[in-house]
C-alpha cells in the first residue's frame, strides 16, 4: 500500500504474531523510476516483501535492515532504534527511506 501513514493503514496484512514494518518515503531529489512521493508509505510483515510492487532496488538496500531489525537489532544512534533513515535508493540516490519495525 502507498499513501500517506495512518493509524489506519499501518498494517495491512494483520496475520498471525509476524513483526510489522513501515517503509516510508523520506525524500526524493530526483527522477524515480517508480513514481515514489515524499510520505509514500509501504508495508510488509516478517521478512516477506512489500504488500505491492517494489522497487528491487531500493528493497535490495533496505532488506539487510529489515533482517536485522527481525532478528533483535537496533539503532541506537538514531531518534528511534527500531528505525534506520537515510536508506539511498542505488540509483543515484534520489529516493531517501527509512524503515521503521512496529512495536508489538
Do not use: W
Not at 533496505?62 to 537489532?73: I, N, R, W, Y
Amino acid at each position: 500500500m502507498v499513501g500517506t501513514l495512518t493509524n489506519s493503514n499501518i498494517i495491512t496484512r494483520g496475520i498471525g504474531m509476524a513483526k510489522q514494518f513501515v517503509i516510508e518515503v523520506e525524500k526524493v531529489t530526483g527522477y524515480c523510476a517508480c513514481g515514489y512521493k515524499a510520505g509514500d508509505v509501504i508495508t510488509c510483515e516478517g521478512l516477506n516483501t512489500p504488500d505491492q510492487p517494489f522497487c528491487g532496488g531500493a528493497y535490495a538496500v533496505l532488506f539487510p535492515m529489515q533482517t536485522a531489525l527481525h532478528s533483535g537489532a537496533t539503532f541506537v544512534f538514531e531518534e528511534n532504534p527500531l528505525s534506520k533513515t537515510k536508506l539511498a535508493c542505488p540509483d543515484n540516490g534520489y529516493v531517501i527511506f527509512k524503515i521503521t519495525m512496529l512495536p508489538r
